[in-house]
């Protein structure tokens, strides 16, 4: 079935820094990437949806500046997270669709980050 | 209000049991339907679509109810392996929306 390869699978970061998050996807071309971030005991919350070769769509209340979005093939999306603080630290999750499946959104292993 | 909404649990049950899960959405014109698994620190994963007409997999049925908005999960014969929390995702206008997930403990 579709894989989507995500990295790292964490990281700490110290505040200030920046963080950048791949997520590929291996046997399958993946138009558009979406980007979720999920606190503790809270769900799944969409950030922002990447598609290929232009500008991301984020959601109400996600800073595009501070989270940087790149989708520049159609088996490669990024998230930046620039000049990281505490509170973004939280558990970040991409999922591509694979159109050959109903509705298969597959998801990557997520990247549990910590900035300190 | 959350446009998909779950109960919040945690269910704590013992092996054997038949549990049931409920979850309500905002959007009436919401298209497709899923239960979700996610262990602890790990993705979520498909764990079945939801029809009209209701659908079977083995110890899991979920059921739909377009006119009350309402979707349901129960699983019979719970194993200790069932112990995940159970995320109720809707897709509408081009995304997946998910609710806050109930979490499952089955014991011996």
């Known amino acids: 079935g579709a894989v989507v390869s995500q990295h790292p699978s964490w990281v700490i970061c110290k505040s200030g820094t920046s963080v950048k998050i791949e997520c590929r996807s291996l046997?399958?071309?993946?138009?558009?990437m979406f980007w979720y971030r999920q606190f503790p005991k809270q769900s799944l919350m969409l950030m922002a949806t990447?598609?290929?070769?232009?500008?991301?769509?984020?959601e109400q209340g996600v800073e595009k500046d501070k989270f940087l979005i790149n989708h520049a093939s159609l088996t490669l999306s990024t998230l930046t997270v620039t000049s990281a603080h505490p509170e973004d630290s939280s558990f970040y999750i991409c999922?591509?669709?694979?159109?050959?499946?109903?509705?298969?959104?597959?998801f990557g292993s997520g990247t549990r980050l910590t900035v300190v | 209000r959350k446009e998909v909404e779950q109960d919040p649990g945690p269910f704590n049950v013992p092996e054997g049991a038949t549990v049931a899960f409920n979850c309500t959405y905002s959007n009436s014109a919401s298209q497709s339907f899923f239960w979700y698994r996610q262990d602890c620190r790990k993705e979520p994963k498909l764990l079945m679509s939801v029809y009209s007409s209701g659908n079977e997999d083995g110890r899991f049925t979920a059921q739909l109810n377009r006119a009350s908005q309402y979707i349901s999960l129960l699983i019979r014969d719970s194993k200790l392996s069932d112990s995940a929390t159970y995320l109720c995702v809707v897709y509408q206008g081009g995304k997946l929306i998910f609710g806050q997930g109930t979490e499952l403990s089955v014991k011996p």
């Open positions: 999922s591509a669709r694979d159109y050959g499946t109903d509705y298969g959104y597959t």
């Open positions: 046997d399958f071309q993946a138009t558009t």
């Open positions: 990447s598609n290929e070769g232009s500008k991301a769509t984020y």
